[in-house]
């Protein structure tokens, strides 16, 4: 007997689908209301902090430097010409308003390349209205490390697209490292070839509020993600990750792990997951987590992992969350081996985070983590001020 195989037709991501979590992708700022507040998709964010980043300009454009290695490219193009290369429209009017820069950022990363050193892409604020939109193609079969930094102070209306052909393996990194007194909003979206291999990692460690819609398709079966993400939030500062992962291909994996620590009064930080499983998305496999530390009295995580599912062939789907201050089952085991109590909430917070800076791979990079997760540890009463397992994240 002959057993015939057809694959499963594609559905994108940026086809409408009914979804009270997400609104309907487009380029037009006019598709996209300013925000009240009461709206689902905004209900958790201080909107009128955010709002700025919604007028209709002038923005100016955000200094940006490249460090592009042996088989890596970059060109800049105009808004008409960003529009044709994008997958994945605005979807708020945050990101249209970044659709509309004058000049797009194309990164491409040659088919077949694997540059020895990280492609590193910093962005610099100057506290002027900034909007910026960029474009990062990675070739089939590629395999390259991916570093966006922002820094300085900023008001940032952002759009970034990471396009991943078949059988490409990227780790990308990324770090909203404002000072105080910025404002950043914005739209992150990664699509993922058939058979390719995505590792992001998304550190929010500075100061001044942030609001990120991040968005995953698959452009083929076999495409894997594994989604890391870290963030510090201090008194009256606003953190915000909104995550949707669309398993439209079907064989894809995802697996999302989000931690955060908060401190300080009117510390705010608000995680949206969301898990979606088309009817063509057959033995896929995926499970997100989103786990909250409470270090202070005053502070509010959000937190509201979801999956919708369209179909029941699947290997798995899970999701998780949590969110208070200290174990008390590990307080008892270190204080049991005589570590006083102090030390013990360290070690405790330490290791939470360490668990997945480790995973980065670049020193630098975690090096940079570290020293934020001590100074978000400074001035805890009830935690040693002193940093138990050092800013050597190999040790």
């Known amino acids: 007997m002959s057993t015939i195989t057809r694959e499963q037709p594609r559905v994108s991501a940026s086809e409408a689908f009914t979804s009270h979590l997400h609104p309907t992708p487009s380029w037009q700022s006019a598709d996209h209301s300013m925000p009240t507040g009461r709206e689902e998709t905004w209900r958790f964010t201080p909107v009128k902090r955010f709002k700025p980043l919604m007028a209709e300009g002038p923005f100016g454009q955000i200094n940006t430097i490249t460090e592009l290695p042996e088989g890596v490219t970059s060109r800049i193009v105009d808004a008409a010409t960003a529009k044709e290369l994008s997958f994945d429209p605005p979807v708020d009017l945050v990101a249209a308003r970044a659709g509309e820069a004058a000049q797009t950022l194309v990164v491409e990363v040659a088919p077949e390349a694997a540059p020895g050193t990280p492609v590193v892409i910093t962005t610099e604020g100057s506290d002027e209205l900034a909007s910026s939109q960029m474009i990062i193609r990675v070739g089939q079969q590629a395999d390259v490390v991916i570093v966006l930094r922002r820094t300085g102070v900023a008001k940032l209306a952002s759009k970034v697209e990471v396009q991943v052909a078949e059988g490409a393996r990227v780790d990308i990194v990324t770090v909203q490292d404002w000072t105080a007194g910025s404002v950043h909003g914005g739209q992150y979206s990664v699509q993922i070839g058939r058979d390719a291999k995505v590792r992001s990692f998304q550190a929010t460690i500075g100061l001044g509020d942030t609001r990120l819609v991040e968005r995953i398709e698959y452009a083929g079966p076999g495409g894997e993600l594994d989604q890391l993400g870290v963030y510090f939030v201090q008194a009256q500062q606003h953190v915000e990750h909104r995550l949707l992962v669309d398993h439209n291909y079907p064989h894809t994996v995802s697996h999302v792990d989000y931690r955060g620590a908060l401190q300080g009064k009117g510390a705010h930080s608000v995680w949206i997951g969301d898990a979606l499983i088309r009817k063509t998305a057959v033995d896929i496999n995926t499970y997100e987590t989103n786990k909250n530390l ?69 020193p630098e990079i975690e090096s940079r983590l570290v020293e934020a997760l001590n100074v978000q540890l400074a001035s805890i009463d009830d935690v040693s001020h002193d940093s138990l397992l050092g800013e050597d994240v190999e040790a």
Do not use: K, W
């Open 294 to 362: 409470m270090l202070t009295e005053g502070c509010q995580a959000d937190s509201v992992p979801n999956l919708e599912i369209e179909t029941g062939e699947i290997r798995g789907a899970g999701h998780s969350s949590s969110t208070g201050r200290f174990d008390e089952n590990q307080l008892f085991y270190l204080r049991s081996r005589g570590i006083p109590e102090d030390q013990a909430r360290r070690l405790i917070v330490e290791g939470f985070f360490l668990d997945i800076i480790r995973r980065i791979g670049l």
